[in-house]
């Protein structure tokens, strides 16, 4: 009996549909993490690093840590501008155990390390005039929020997550966790704070549709 050769493509047409997917994305890649991953948390299951989906306005931001500044402008008494090392090491740090739940139907809970956006407030001293609170990142994203509601929900400017320093594709160095709101909310590679009188300004999603509030208990559109 004579055995007939399959041809060549056929044979490699595994390892081909493999490296097309693996490069568009289907299959998704786990991060380069700089510390062991925690999963569990005072008897509370937590999701992994690696649950998350992209769906940035501009993909993965890479900021250099060294001449990085996270500035704290608009309505203040004392501007400031402080380098990753300053923020981390200057103000007092907390743990939280938050949700991220995303419009898109998925949801990650994480155990979230960071500093309390009012410490980082009150050593630039805002004016008696301020209203909100506009963030802003690296890649153009900005979101917003009224100033009182960072202090009384304490709310923290995050730079690890799970015990490991946020990756560059989570936020590096800093992402806000915006407790009790979607997760568009919750702004990566923060570069800026404004502290300003606008109450009606509107971030990236915002001016496109989405409700300006943001809360989970709330429709995502704008009513």
């Known amino acids: 009996m004579v055995m007939r050769k399959k041809p060549v493509l056929l044979t490699m047409f595994p390892i081909l549909l493999l490296i097309i997917m693996t490069f568009s994305g289907c299959i998704k890649q786990p991060l380069r993490l700089d510390n062991v991953e925690i999963r569990e948390y005072n008897g509370e299951q937590l999701s992994s690093v690696n649950d998350f989906h992209e769906n940035s306005i501009k993909g993965t931001q890479f900021v250099n840590k060294t001449t990085y500044r996270l500035n704290i402008t608009g309505l203040v008494t004392t501007p400031r501008s402080y380098t990753y090392e300053e923020v981390i090491t200057h103000f007092?740090?907390?743990?939280?155990?938050?949700?991220?739940?995303?419009?898109?139907?998925?949801?990650v809970t994480l155990l979230w390390k960071g500093v309390l956006i009012d410490d980082l407030l009150a050593a630039a001293q805002p004016q008696p005039t301020a209203?909100?609170?506009?963030?802003?990142?690296?890649?153009?994203?900005?979101?917003?929020?009224?100033?009182?509601?960072?202090g009384e929900h304490h709310i923290i400017l995050a730079y690890t997550m799970n015990n490991v320093t946020l990756p560059p594709e989570r936020?590096?160095?800093?992402?806000?966790?915006?407790?009790?709101?979607?997760g568009y909310k919750w702004i990566r590679w923060i570069t800026d704070i404004e502290v300003s009188d606008n109450e009606n300004y509107k971030g990236y999603w915002e001016s496109r549709g989405y409700s300006n509030s943001g809360d989970l208990n709330k429709s995502i559109r704008e009513e």
Do not use: M, R
Not at 134 to 139: L, P, Q, T, Y
Not at 171 to 182: D, H, I, N
């Open 92 to 107: 007092t740090s907390y743990f939280k155990v938050v949700t991220l739940h995303c419009v898109e139907g998925w949801s």
């Open 131 to 150: 209203k909100t609170l506009i963030f802003k990142a690296v890649d153009g994203y900005t979101t917003s929020f009224p100033i009182n509601y960072t």
């Open 171 to 182: 936020g590096f160095p800093f992402q806000l966790v915006a407790e009790s709101k979607w």
